[in-house]
């Protein structure tokens, strides 16, 4: 099993920037591609930033030139840099994390997609 704490949401002014925080513990070393996603009150929860194992990363065409998705492997912490943020990004951010299914460890409990809790982002206009 994983365990997500997302951290590093707040209010801040259009214009401004976050940083988000994604800590994992548990079975980190079974972890593949990690994500951010956001849900807007009574839509879908849908993809911000997804990255790989080994960096690979994309993005919704929404926040392409303005947020940077990182992960640091030796603490096991997931980022995303959000700059030149707009009313319309005010949502909630959940981080995302994908096991690895080819490991027989990994998949032992059946489960492959873990979420954090969530952490709210309001940018005032």
């Known amino acids: 099993q994983v365990q997500l704490v997302e951290s590093g949401g707040g209010l801040v002014q259009a214009g401004g920037s976050l940083r988000l925080s994604c800590a994992a513990s548990?079975?980190?070393?079974?972890?593949?591609?990690m994500g951010w996603y956001r849900q807007f009150p009574g839509k879908e929860r849908e993809l911000v930033a997804g990255?790989?194992?080994?960096?690979?990363?994309n993005y919704a065409d929404s926040v392409k030139g303005r947020f940077t998705i990182s992960r640091e492997n030796a603490k096991n912490t997931l980022y995303l840099q959000m700059n030149t943020l707009k009313p319309e990004d005010a949502a909630v951010y959940y981080c995302?994390?994908?096991?690895?299914?080819?490991?027989?460890?990994?998949?032992?409990?059946?489960?492959?997609?873990?979420w954090g809790q969530g952490t709210q982002v309001t940018v005032s206009s």
């Open positions: 990255i790989t194992s080994v960096g690979n990363t």
């Open positions: 548990g079975d980190t070393m079974c972890m593949s591609a």
């Open positions: 995302k994390a994908e096991l690895d299914r080819a490991n027989w460890y990994c998949r032992r409990g059946g489960v492959y997609n873990y």
